[in-house]
Structures are given as structure tokens and as C-alpha cells.
């Protein structure tokens, strides 16, 4: 969940550092702080809350001119988000410090252990541990051979790096089962959390890999595993465009993601159907799908939303019996599986925890698995064996829209792929979704164009509400839960979905003219049943929005307020429908004053469990 970056070169490593703590700030924001080695010894600077604090107390102290360097943004685990609890973390000398991203699971007892040894702890964070282990294991050593020393000691999933004032002309990373890739610069090289923090510098990189760790100096980097043995890794050139993490004009990068997705849309299904007329280019092995009896969906938050879609598509499509599981749940709780069934991964991160986690699990039971991400190189991508690119690229904002969306495009070709595969629908009706996929980038630039003023005018009247509902049925049930959480994350109103015809059940008893309600209510096989479940909610004094079409008298006579959708057909609605809801989100939260791209307690990539 935390960023962490380095650099090692001939220039001062500050400018970046800050810089890609900068690009890395969606992975947590609790507190920030740096590390360099240069001519005076280790210079610390750490700072309490977002970077801008760290960077104005840079300001006011002398620039570090070290050319070795390392940088941390925090997501809190153990310890509150104060400075003492900051990274980096020093050993008892203050000549060694440590970045880590992730959970050392037995810090307690080693920390235990170093204080009956002398050692003095000034935080409450579990990384303390490790640059007092490392400084146990230096004397007549190497530094890597202490760090390896003090890995071995440790349990968890991590990514740590290591800098050291009596070794200034290299440092040292290790990956555990947390993200870690290298940059390879002329004269210097770089390592960080992720790319968009070395993108702008070079697109040579190298992934490594668990169990792995790397000494970096200015013209090399030498790859190890935890015996200490040299290992070969090539690495490799990323196809990526530094503009993906620009904001490109927009005030924040939610509203730039939402506006991109016309465009990921067409690269989603790009030379993946053709004209339309022949099979789906999937590039997926046919044995993936040889006697396919069951399939699970393993997926967390708005991954989860799209997988709940993917559920209803594949057994609508392709007949196949699925079902979608909580990755939090499913490792803990598995159902039962066999060699018949496919297991599918869905993350935009590819970084999840607890998805990597539940897959690891499911790869051990021996089941087929697939990986849906955006993110081919991550994780997730290495796990599964066979993976469909959703080609969204980065995702910046802390809340997912393009990749969301994304995410369904993948779903509706897997599921019409198993359906001409096992011939449970005919040409004709494949050609028509397909055809129908095509033209949903022209029908949300035209949402795009039409509804942002409206929306921003319609958010206005949101400033006091406390509660909003959702409500959706069938394939559009999906949509009301991720406007809701989209609602929720970056605006703090406490926001519900319900499937429509649940409300009667139970929460219908929360409304009043307090509580707005929210109907995605499309035509097809459950419009009027949604429009009736509406007028429930106006008959007891709610305010009603629908995204709906604008033309239907129906629609116009239930709802308040219309944000309007071009009518489909019902099973292509998803994407559409969720536009809007994207949208009525941000412009809520940016009219509170509200820092959308990085709202209060979350993180992009959830990497713990
Ligand atoms: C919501 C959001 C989160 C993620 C969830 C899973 O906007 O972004 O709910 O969807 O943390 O993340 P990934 O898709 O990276 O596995």
C-alpha cells in the first residue's frame, strides 16, 4: 500500500525522489520521508500527513546533496500516521536506513528480542525491526549479506530498500510478495513501487520477482536470490506513455479517467473482433475451457462490481454456472473445487492482497486460472497463467472508473467467446452485442458532453445530504453498488445499493425526503418492475434520480431528475449506465472541497491482507 522509490547515480537524488513520491502518492498519504547518502553522512527528513508537508520542510532546510537515495509514502499499518512513526527507519548509528512497504507478520517478537539486546525503538511501526537486524549482521560483512541475514529473519509480504552511509555507493532492495521494479538509467538506475515513478526517466525495466533482491549501484544492477546465488534477468522496455500520468488539463485524474474511457474502450476490443463476424481474439489456450463445469470470480471492491456483471454475462451467454466471491472470503472460506473449474482473478492493481492471495491458494488446489487486469506485469499477471489485458494502462485516481469499465469490455468478450465456443448463442446474436460493444465509446462521449454541466449544476443541491440510496436491478443491481461506493469513497455520504426489489424487504424503512434515491432503471426485462420499486421510494417522500432514457414517458413521469442514457440494448447498459454515476460522484465530492484523487484512509493498491 505504500510508495517506495530510489535512486543511485551522479546527480542529487532529491529532486527525484520527491518527484516520484509525487507519482506514488495514490499508494498511501499518511506521512512521507527520505533518506540520501551523500559527502555529510545520511540525511533523514520526514514529515507527518501528505507530501506537500515533507516538501515544505525540505525547503526550509539546507538540499541534500547525497546522489544515493531512497523515499517513502506511508498508508499506515502499525503506528499512527505521525512522524515519528514516518519512514525511513535508521539503526541505532543513524548511518543505515530502511524503507518498507508491506506487514513483517513477527516484528512483536523480534523487536522483543532486539530490546533484550540494547536496542532502542523510537516508533511503533513493525519496519523498526529491520534496520536493527541489518546493523546485528554487518560486522566483516557485506551489505547485502546483512540485509539477506535479516530478511531471513523475517515473515510477511514486503519490499524493502536499504541505504547506508558506510556503504554510499550502492543500495540494496528485497521483494517479498510486494511490488518492486527497477529502473535502468546510463550512469544511474532507479527502483520504486511502480512505474509511473520512473517512467518519465527511463522505460528499461525489470520486475522482480519474489524471493528476489538487487544491489544497485551507478552502472549496475546485480540480481540475487535470498541464498546470496547471482541470478540472470534481462529487463525489459515498457510500451507506456509518461501522458498517462499527467492530468492533462483536467482538475483531477478521476475526471481525466472518466473521460478516457471512450478511448480505453476502443483499445479494449481493438483486433480482439474484428469485423465483427468471426471468433473473439482472446489469445487464451482452448484448454482453459476444455469440459469447464464451474467458474469463480475472485475480486475486491469495484473489481468485484465488474465481476458481478461478468457472473451475470457468462451464465447469460454461455450457460456456465459462476460465482463471485469476496478474495477476502474466498481464501479463507474456499468452496469446494475440482479440475473442471476455472478460477478468475480480477484486479486493476493486479497488486491486490488479498486476490493474490485467494489465487495462490486456488493455484495450490490445482485449478485453471485467469487473470482480468490492466496491469499484465503485475503480480496477479505473473500468477495466473493465462491472463486477457484490458489495456485501460494506469489508473491514477485512488477511485476506479476506466479501469471499471474496462474490466465489463473484458467480461462481455470472455463471455461471448465461451458462448461461440460452446454454441449457447447464435452468430447473429454475438455479431449484434458485438456490434452493439462498438458503439458504446461514441454513446458515452456524447453522456460526456452532454451531462458534466448538468451534473455539476445538480451536485449543488447535495451539500447538506448525509444518506443516498442506490437502486438497480438485474445486471444493472452491479451498477447501483459501485455508484454507491463510487459516492461514498470520495465524497464520505453514506451511500447503499440495494437491488430495487429489496428495498420492501427492510431499507425502505431509511427513507424520507432526507434521502435521495438513485434508480438506474433501463428498458428491458426489468424497467417497469424498477420503476415501480422507484415510485415505492417517491410514495414515502424520497427525492428520485434516474439514469434512465430521457425520452421515455415512464421514466419522465417517475423521476425527480433524469441523467439520461442513450437506449440499448439491455445487456450492453452497464457501461453506460455507470457514467453518469461516476460523474454525479466527482463533481459531488470536488464541490465538498474534497481531495478526490487521494480521499481520506484509502490507497490504490491494497497490498495487505
Ligand atoms: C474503488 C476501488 C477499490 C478497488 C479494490 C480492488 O474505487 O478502487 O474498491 O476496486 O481495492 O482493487 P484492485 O482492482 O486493484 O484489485
Redesign the pocket.
Known amino acids: 500500500m505504500c510508495g517506495i522509490v530510489g535512486y543511485i547515480g551522479g546527480r542529487t537524488a532529491l529532486p527525484f525522489l520527491v518527484d516520484g513520491l509525487k507519482r506514488l502518492e495514490y499508494r498511501g498519504y499518511d506521512s512521507a520521508g527520505i533518506a540520501t547518502v551523500g559527502e555529510s553522512g545520511l540525511e533523514l527528513v520526514r514529515a507527518k500527513g501528505k507530501l506537500h508537508n515533507l516538501k515544505e520542510k525540505l525547503n526550509g532546510a539546507a538540499h541534500s546533496t547525497g546522489t544515493v537515495g531512497i523515499g517513502h509514502t506511508r498508508w499506515a499499518t502499525h503506528g499512527k500516521p505521525e512522524e515519528h512513526n514516518a519512514h525511513p527507519h535508521t539503526d541505532a548509528s543513524g548511518r543505515l536506513a530502511v524503507i518498507q512497504n508491506g506487514i513483517i507478520e513477527n516484528y512483536a517478537e523480534l523487536r522483543l528480542h532486539l530490546k533484550e539486546r540494547g536496542c532502542l525503538f523510537k516508533s511503533e511501526t513493525d519496519t523498526e525491526v529491520i534496520p536493527h537486524l541489518i546493523a546485528c549482521h554487518l560486522a566483516g560483512h557485506s551489505l547485502l549479506e546483512a540485509v539477506l541475514a535479516a530478511v531471513g529473519k523475517l515473515k510477511g509480504a514486503f519490499a524493502i530498500a536499504v541505504v547506508s552511509a558506510d556503504f554510499p555507493d550502492e543500495l540494496i532492495v528485497v521483494r517479498q510478495q510486494a511490488p518492486l521494479v527497477i529502473g535502468f538509467g546510463e550512469g544511474e538506475n532507479y527502483f520504486a513501487s511502480d512505474v509511473p515513478a520512473i517512467v518519465s526517466h527511463t522505460t528499461r525495466v525489470l520486475t522482480l520477482q519474489d524471493g528476489e533482491c538487487a544491489r544497485l549501484t551507478r552502472d549496475e544492477v546485480q540480481i540475487h536470490d535470498f541464498s546470496g546465488a547471482r541470478l540472470r534477468r534481462t529487463p525489459r522496455s515498457l510500451n507506456w506513455n509518461p501522458s498517462l500520468v499527467e492530468k492533462r488539463g483536467f482538475r483531477h485524474f478521476m475526471l481525466k479517467e472518466i473521460h478516457e474511457q471512450p478511448g480505453v474502450i476502443r483499445d479494449t476490443l481493438e483486433d480482439r473482433i474484428g469485423d465483427a463476424t468471426g471468433p473473439i481474439r482472446l489469445g487464451l489456450s482452448s484448454d482453459l475451457f476444455a469440459d469447464l463445469e464451474r467458474i469463480y470470480i475472485i475480486?475486491?471492491?469495484?473489481?468485484?462490481h465488474a465481476s458481478l456483471v461478468g457472473k451475470y454475462l457468462i451464465e447469460e451467454l454461455a450457460g456456465i454456472p459462476t460465482e463471485v466471491n469476496y478474495a477476502s472470503e474466498f481464501r479463507y472460506c474456499p468452496p469446494p473445487l475440482n479440475l473442471r473449474t476455472l478460477v478468475i482473478g480480477?484486479?486493476?492493481?493486479?497488486?491486490?492482497g488479498d486476490?493474490n492471495a485467494a489465487l495462490t491458494a486456488a493455484k495450490a488446489r490445482g485449478v485453471r486460472l485467469l487473470g482480468i487486469t490492466n496491469r499484465p506485469e503485475s503480480s496477479l499477471g505473473a500468477l495466473v497463467g493465462e491472463l486477457i489485458d484490458t489495456r485501460a494502462g494506469m489508473e491514477i485516481g485512488?477511485?476506479?472508473t476506466k479501469?471499471f469499465t474496462a474490466q465489463l469490455v473484458a467480461f462481455y468478450l470472455l463471455a461471448l467467446h465461451l458462448a461461440h465456443l460452446r454454441g449457447t448463442r447464435s452468430g447473429e446474436r454475438i455479431r449484434e452485442i458485438l456490434v452493439g460493444l462498438q458503439q458504446l465509446p461514441a454513446q458515452i462521449e456524447g453522456i460526456l458532453d452532454t451531462q458534466e454541466r448538468y451534473i455539476t449544476e445538480l451536485a449543488r443541491e447535495f451539500d447538506a445530504t448525509r444518506d443516498f440510496i442506490f437502486i438497480g436491478r438485474g445486471l444493472n443491481y452491479p451498477i447501483a453498488l459501485e455508484g454507491a461506493?463510487?459516492l461514498k469513497?470520495i465524497s464520505y455520504i453514506h451511500a447503499e445499493g440495494y437491488p430495487a426489489g429489496e428495498m420492501k424487504h427492510g431499507p425502505i424503512a431509511l427513507l424520507d425526503s432526507e434521502v435521495p434515491v438513485v434508480a438506474v432503471a433501463v428498458p428491458g426485462k426489468v424497467y417497469e418492475k424498477t420503476l415501480s420499486n422507484a415510485q415505492e421510494a417517491k410514495a414515502r417522500d424520497a427525492r428520485l434520480i434516474g439514469v434512465a432514457p430521457l425520452d421515455e414517458p415512464a421514466a419522465v413521469e417517475t423521476f425527480d431528475q433524469i441523467l439520461p442514457v442513450p437506449v440499448v440494448d439491455e445487456i450492453l447498459s452497464p457501461i453506460l449506465t455507470v457514467v453518469p454515476l461516476q460523474l454525479l460522484a466527482y463533481h459531488i465530492a470536488a464541490r465538498r472541497g474534497l481531495d478526490v484523487d487521494q480521499p481520506r484512509n484509502l490507497a490504490?493498491?491494497?497490498t495487505v491482507e
Not at 346 to 352: L, R
Open positions: 475480486a475486491c471492491g469495484t473489481s468485484w480480477v484486479s486493476q492493481s493486479g497488486e491486490t486476490t485512488v477511485a476506479a479501469t461506493l463510487k469513497e490504490k493498491s491494497v
